[in-house]
């Protein structure tokens, strides 16, 4: 049970203003059990509140299984969430029916981790790029070809890819068309899930370019899921770090990575490789493996890992509480 302290604190973490709302959001997976008695659940993403801001990059990290991805899919409402709601730009999602929400769909789309998964190998890259606006009904035949070449354009690949098999082509380039697939519909929103992580080190590089660049062009606002850090520290405006299924820590990326103050979120910062030999003594062994998300551990769900455990974290569930202005930490530390 939180404290009303704690309610009010997690209130601030979302403003009014807003542009995307995310409160208590819930996404439980049953995985056993035939009866709504004896079933259980992983418990994917947890009661998890916190706002993306128009324009920004909205960073996303935490080892892999705790919940990211499906944190950003439930937001987009991928999945239909266990509890909470999401608001969008003032929409509350969980209130639209189903034709209202394949037309919100097209202001929020997904970058996908694989290029070569989310391509269809049997369709030509203009069949693919073709495919949004036969759905959404946008255009007429020759005003769609003429986006598509806008969109090869934007994301620099060169038209001739157009006759081309996914198969024939780079990861880098794959990558690009999933870019301009979910650019086509002009969306406000994109959940970047892993986008870069399938890629050469030196064309992750170019990708990340391109991200930043289609944002200042498009106005974009991101929602950046990655386990790599230091690519997360390069993109984001601010950044949020997840813990099995819950966020642990909310703030600035100066203040995540300059000063992180939830115990996991210093272990993940101080793994960040770095060439000072000096620095990277002071790195932090977490211990132990992640607990199953089945039956996460009662209190702080860190506790068993954690080298500041206390006898209350092993009772209570710290809430995020505000530290210093615009950074969150969920820790009994900083009660
Ligand atoms: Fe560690 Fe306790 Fe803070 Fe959890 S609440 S991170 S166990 S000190």
């Not at 049997?122 to 020759?142: A, F, N, Q, W």
């Amino acid at each position: 049970m939180k404290t009303m302290e704690e309610k009010n604190a997690e209130g601030n973490v979302i403003k009014d203003e807003d542009f995307i709302q995310v409160k208590s959001l819930k996404q439980y997976f049953p995985v056993s059990g035939n009866s709504l008695l004896n079933r259980q659940y992983v418990k994917a993403v947890d009661d998890v509140s916190f706002s993306i801001r128009k324009g920004e990059t909205l960073g996303l990290v935490g080892e892999s299984g705790c919940g990211k991805s499906t944190l950003g899919r439930t937001l987009l409402q991928l999945y239909v969430p266990t509890g909470g709601e999401v608001i969008f730009d003032g929409q509350k999602l969980g209130d639209l029916r189903k034709k209202e929400m394949k037309s919100f769909r097209k202001r929020m789309q997904l970058i996908f981790q694989d290029p070569s998964a989310c391509l269809n190998p049997r369709k030509t890259v203009r069949e693919i790029l073709m495919e949004p606006y036969r759905i959404h009904r946008v255009g007429t035949e020759k005003e769609r070809e003429q986006k598509v070449l806008f969109l090869m354009d934007r994301v620099g690949l060169e038209s001739y890819y157009l006759s081309r098999y996914p198969h024939e082509m780079s990861g880098g380039q794959k990558q690009r068309v999933g870019i301009a697939r979910a650019l086509a519909l002009k969306p406000e929103l994109i959940v970047c899930d892993e986008a870069v992580s399938a890629l050469d080190v030196s064309i992750q590089a170019q990708v990340i370019n391109l991200l930043e660049q289609l944002q200042e062009e498009f106005s974009l606002t991101y929602l950046f899921i990655s386990h790599n850090l230091s690519i997360v520290h390069h993109i984001s405006d601010r950044v949020a770090v997840m813990y099995l299924g819950k966020m642990v820590e909310l703030g600035s990326d100066t203040a995540i990575y300059e000063n992180p103050c939830h115990p996991y979120s210093q272990a993940l910062i101080s793994a960040i490789p770095n060439a000072d030999c000096e620095k990277d003594k002071s790195r932090i062994l977490l211990t132990g493996d992640v607990p199953s998300p089945v039956n996460p551990p009662s209190g702080c769900r860190f506790h068993t890992r954690c080298r500041h455990c206390r006898e209350i974290c092993r009772q209570e569930e710290p809430g995020l509480r505000e530290i210093e202005p615009d950074h969150y930490v969920a820790c009994h530390l900083f009660g």
